[in-house]
């Protein structure tokens, strides 16, 4: 007599969704808060996502057995004090530096481990990045005994086309084979840093007026618009890791301090959000390359963005 037994396709589907929650929720960290604080996990990894990029990466690294947790969720709930065998810390760079929401979370953390690992992603100039983290972390006392970047699409919109980015093979599994195998090792490395990548930087931040302590943080408001092209669907209200979208009566509201990690412009199916242009032509001055082009990383889902960055729940 055959044991299998025979399910309704509202069943399967049922199942299947509470599978593909269940797995978007253990990438955001949600289900293992509680279970991983200080109780020594083999291998804890952070992360922090616009579009998608650095969860990949974190994923990728993680294998298996490891703990992913998302920035802006442990920020939410307060959760700063972390222990395990290896900690490890995704993130993109914005002007070579950290969001700013890693800078406060690196800045508050108590992070417990024999090795330490941190890997960049980017998507076109690097400079001196791996020694900005080295200075930022080792000021807060949870320095890093491996840092790596790894080149990506660059979802920096107003120099780049995503169509066009999304073409170029930017050897990204090879790329993630070798850091894992490094990782493996727990290998003790910072990637080497030229002077000129230090130049290059010092000029990036006259140029833009960015100030080094802080990086990217824009008031959302001054930055983005909403157009009439707007359906309500609510997106943005979840994506954003710093909740800065309000659905109302009236419509989308948005403003509060920004990122600026574009999660919210890349991934509105209507592309209604769009860049502010700025009267005195300050940085960044709000063209952009291809306002038809939008971008999420390929692996990742979103509702996975959803989970990673959402301040609703
Ligand atoms: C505000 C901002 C600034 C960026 N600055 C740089 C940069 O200085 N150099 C670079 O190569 N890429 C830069 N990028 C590209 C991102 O670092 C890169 O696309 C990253 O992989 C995005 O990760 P995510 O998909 O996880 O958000 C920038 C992107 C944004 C949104
Ligand atoms: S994601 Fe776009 S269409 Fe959806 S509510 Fe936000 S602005 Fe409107
Ligand atoms: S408003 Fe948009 S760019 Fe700014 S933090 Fe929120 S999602 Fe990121």
């Not at 703990?67 to 709930?77: N, T």
């Not at 508050?108 to 990045?129: E, H, I, M, P, S």
């Not at 791996?130 to 970047?149: M, P």
């Not at 170029?168 to 490094?182: G, R, W």
Request: net charge neutral; charged share 25%; proline share 4%.
């Amino acid at each position: 007599m055959s044991t299998d037994k025979k399910i309704s396709r509202r069943d399967a589907l049922k199942r299947m969704g509470i599978a593909v929650v269940s797995t978007a929720f253990a990438s955001s960290g949600l289900l293992s808060v509680a279970s991983c604080e200080k109780k020594g996990n083999k291998r804890i990894i952070f992360y922090f996502t616009g579009t998608g990029n650095c969860l990949h990466v974190a994923r990728q690294l993680a294998g298996d057995d490891a703990e992913l947790l998302s920035i802006p969720q442990m920020m939410k709930h307060g959760k700063y004090e972390f222990e395990a065998d290896e900690i490890g810390i995704v993130y993109p760079i914005y002007g070579h530096m950290p969001p700013y929401m890693v800078r406060q979370f690196i800045q508050k953390a108590n992070l417990k481990a024999n090795y330490k690992f941190a890997v960049l992603t980017y998507g076109a100039r690097k400079c001196d990045a791996v020694e900005i983290w080295d200075n930022i972390s080792r000021n807060a006392g949870n320095s890093f005994n491996y840092i790596s970047t790894i080149v990506m699409v660059d979802n920096w919109l107003p120099n780049f086309d995503m169509n066009e980015q999304m073409k170029i093979d930017k050897h990204i599994p090879e790329n993630l084979q070798k850091i894992t195998a490094d990782l493996n090792l727990r290998k003790h490395w910072h990637e080497p840093v030229t002077e000129e990548e230090r130049q290059q930087h010092q000029g990036f931040l006259e140029r833009s007026g960015l100030d080094p302590e802080v990086g990217f943080l824009m008031k959302s408001e001054k930055h983005f618009t909403v157009t009439n092209a707007c359906i309500d669907c609510g997106i943005c209200t979840y994506v954003c890791p710093r909740g800065n979208y309000e659905l109302t009566s009236k419509g989308v509201k948005m403003s509060g301090d920004c990122e600026f990690c574009f999660a919210c412009i890349q991934n509105c199916p209507q592309k209604a959000i769009q860049f502010v242009k700025s009267e005195d032509g300050s940085f960044p001055d709000g063209t952009e390359k291809n306002p038809n082009a939008r971008y999420r990383n390929e692996h990742v889902s979103l509702m996975d963005l959803k989970l990673a960055n959402n301040q609703k729940l």
